[in-house]
């Protein structure tokens, strides 16, 4: 890419369901995180923010320079309008930089109550030609999430056509329909999937019946699988590049409800990617490294979606998973010390003598070892470290830093 | 209720042999498309078998919507301005819309026909409606997924017509692959998108969600038919402006009659309200008579409670 056409440095934005997701994320590397309040978001059930932990989240972003943007992208119905403008209000006071909006009825409140706060347009609202793009930005609307239907050429083109910032998920879980136009829930459950109470029914085993003069024929024999829809999971990590030349403006992980190890495993190799990119386009190669460190938070195979060609059986969750290794994030480092080489850890998930541990942190700093020596807060040796939470020595022959992590194969 | 008030009753066609039998039958209007432009249209129209229907329409006072409310992509932006023209040459009574890109379109190329906004499952609420309103819909649909009390209150807090449908299956899933090829493709089978094709949930025997691929991707629809002709009495004594009949995957003889029966219906009960209630169950009766076996008949959420 030659120096007139390079494009700016893209925004990584990382899901953060609670505080210390957050944390971690802005540590890990995220320019910006999107969380969840009490009200007016689609994950009831991820941990989700009070005012009060926003405003300790914002001021920990603060410190790094990243923002905090808070999704409020239910599809509303009459009754869920009230309160919107105190909320959207108090947003803006607690220094929240942007709310992902789908329904326009509370783009509208946000703007009555809080004009300077941003509004972006969520996936929700499926954007997937650049007309629409336009009717945003002729809306005063700075930011638009697109719908994971599009192909990196028609993101071209909206970015060609019109001026405005353009979100684009590069990793995580995705509906297989076009989000917010699916209702199975509803149907199937009586829980509104636009309102936070998806069941994810789409995931479900279905027989599918072909319909005949002889009446109904099950496709599906006894050696087959049952009918299934799921898709694999999306990842960009190898193609990174490519969405990059195009000057998406944002790149979005998915995962609210993802634990603080994925979080930090995934923006931590999407941080290295970008950087080492920007640092020097021409020579930009792929590391497998980075591809082996996203596996190890990987739930699912992995697809580029909709990006290079429509999403065939081969992108599809078919067959029995794939066997992928899955980790434990087994301690929080807190503190190291380098005349002893030993390091404070407070225990996450069961470890003891003779594991062998990865450590990692910022930066795509990473090693392994295998764990000789644990003592308890006294200095009392142990076998295992079993209490959650409980803190741990444990001598370690390179250096940590506190926020660094240990991770174990399950 | 103001003795003037006067519902249209609406309802989709296949093929122009539908239009005239189903306008014959009662319909105040008739819904139709192309799939390149519309999702779930009930059959395709060229643009000569829309003109066709319009005259028809307009020589007895019908009316004729055309859908246009696909998701679109990049590429319908190219093509939709001269489809669009095309319409409204012919002069049709309305597009359906679910695009937030059809705003902006029509300002860009000034065009003059009435809007009815369509965004399926995103019509829920009465300031939705009044921000896209005055952003320059005619009319709104509602979701489905509403209860009655909801659609009541939106009613009352609107000032343009709005519609709901009142028979019929509904979709609940659109997306953009293909999943039932893919499905075939998986267990290597050949797949024949001709087949009427349904699914049932596992372990639960009794469900029967329609499900087809068409060029917008993969529908699934309700496990029941919608039926709300008992229940009309609630949603005329509303002043509900626009009435459908979603006739998507039924033969016209079947489409013919509920159109005639819920004429029949809607008539009785704005003449003469007693007389309505005394008759509504014989209306559902014989639809029950008419249905098909493996499509139960149900209110849809007009009385149900959603949680999340």
């Known amino acids: 890419m030659s120096e007139t056409t390079r494009k700016q440095k893209p925004e990584l934005l990382a899901p953060a369901g609670n505080l210390e997701k957050l944390k971690f994320a802005i540590h890990y590397g995220a320019d910006a995180v999107y969380i969840g309040g009490k009200q007016f978001g689609l994950r009831s059930k991820a941990g989700n923010f009070s005012f009060e932990d926003m405003a300790e989240g914002v001021a920990f972003a603060n410190k790094y320079g990243a923002k905090v943007y808070v999704a409020a992208n239910i599809i509303a119905h009459n009754d869920n309008l009230e309160g919107a403008h105190q909320y959207f209000k108090k947003l803006y006071e607690i220094g929240i930089a942007a709310v992902i909006v789908a329904d326009p009825a509370l783009i509208q409140a946000c703007r009555e109550a809080a004009p300077d706060l941003e509004v972006h347009i969520s996936t929700q609202a499926s954007i997937a030609n650049w007309k629409t793009v336009e009717f945003w930005k002729n809306e005063g609307i700075p930011r638009v999430v697109l719908a994971r239907e599009v192909s990196l050429a028609e993101i071209k083109e909206m970015k060609e056509k019109v001026d405005i910032e353009i979100e684009a998920f590069i990793h995580g879980a995705m509906c297989i329909s076009y989000s917010g136009r699916c209702v199975l829930s509803n149907h199937m459950t009586s829980r509104d999937a636009n309102r936070g109470g998806c069941a994810q029914s789409c995931r479900w085993k279905y027989d599918l019946f072909e319909d005949g003069t002889d009446g109904a024929v099950s496709v599906t024999e006894e050696s087959d699988e049952l009918y299934t829809m799921s898709s694999q999971d999306l990842s960009m990590v190898e193609h990174l590049p490519d969405l990059l030349d195009l000057g998406v403006d944002s790149l979005k992980i998915e995962g609210r409800m993802k634990s603080i190890h994925y979080v930090a495993t995934v923006v931590n190799v999407y941080r290295k990617i970008i950087d080492t990119y920007f640092d020097d386009p021409e020579n930009y190669q792929l590391n497998p490294e980075w591809t082996d460190e996203i596996w190890k938070a990987a739930q699912r195979s992995l697809t580029t979606a909709f990006y290079y060609h429509e999403p065939t059986d081969k992108d599809q969750l078919y067959g029995k998973p794939d066997r992928i290794p899955k980790y434990d994030f087994a301690g929080l480092v807190l503190d190291y010390d380098e005349n002893t080489q030993v390091a404070t850890i407070q225990q996450r998930n069961s470890f003891g003598v003779g594991d062998e541990v990865e450590f990692f942190g910022p930066n795509f700093y990473h090693f392994k070892q295998t764990i000789n020596e644990i003592w308890d807060e006294n200095g009392e040796p142990l076998e295992r470290a079993k209490h959650a939470m409980m803190i741990t020595k444990v001598k370690v022959d390179q250096p940590l830093k506190y926020y660094d992590m240990m991770r174990k194969q399950k | ?308």
């Open chain 2, 1 to 308: 209720m103001t003795n003037s008030f006067q519902p249209e009753l609406q309802a989709t066609a296949k093929d122009l042999d539908e239009v005239k039998r189903l306008a014959e039958a009662g319909a105040d209007a008739l819904i139709i498309g192309h799939q390149d432009y519309g999702i779930r249209v009930a059959g395709d129209f060229t643009i000569d078998q829309i003109a066709e229907a319009t005259t028809y329409l307009h020589e007895q006072n019908k009316r004729i919507y055309l859908l246009v409310n696909a998701i679109f992509h990049n590429e319908h932006i190219e093509t939709l301005p001269s489809y669009l023209r095309e319409l409204e040459r012919l002069n049709v009574d309305g597009i359906v819309c679910g695009d937030p890109s059809i705003f902006q379109m029509i300002k860009d190329i000034d065009l003059s026909i009435p809007l009815t906004w369509n965004p399926e499952t995103l019509s829920t609420n009465y300031q939705t409606l009044r921000f896209w309103h005055q952003r320059g819909l005619s009319r709104a649909i509602l979701s489905n997924e509403l209860a009655l009390d909801a659609i009541k209150e939106i009613k009352q807090a609107v000032s343009f017509p709005i519609e709901i449908q009142v028979h019929g299956m509904t979709c609940i899933f659109q997306s953009k692959r293909k999943l039932v090829r893919n499905y075939y493709q998986h267990i290597d089978k050949a797949y024949d998108s001709d087949k009427p094709m349904f699914l049932k949930q596992e372990k639960k025997d009794e469900t029967h969600y329609p499900v087809y691929e068409d060029v917008n991707g993969t529908h699934i629809m309700s496990n029941e038919d919608l039926a709300m002709v008992d229940y009309l009495d609630a949603i005329l004594e509303a002043e509900i402006d626009g009435l459908k009949i979603n006739g998507l995957l039924k033969s016209t003889d079947y489409n013919e009659k509920i159109v005639k029966i819920y004429r029949e219906a809607v008539d009785t009960y704005l003449k003469d309200p007693a007389s309505y209630q005394m008759k509504k169950t014989g209306w559902k009766q014989q639809i029950f008579a008419i249905q098909p076996e493996d499509r139960k008949l149900d209110t849809g959420f007009y009385f149900k409670e959603q949680i999340y």
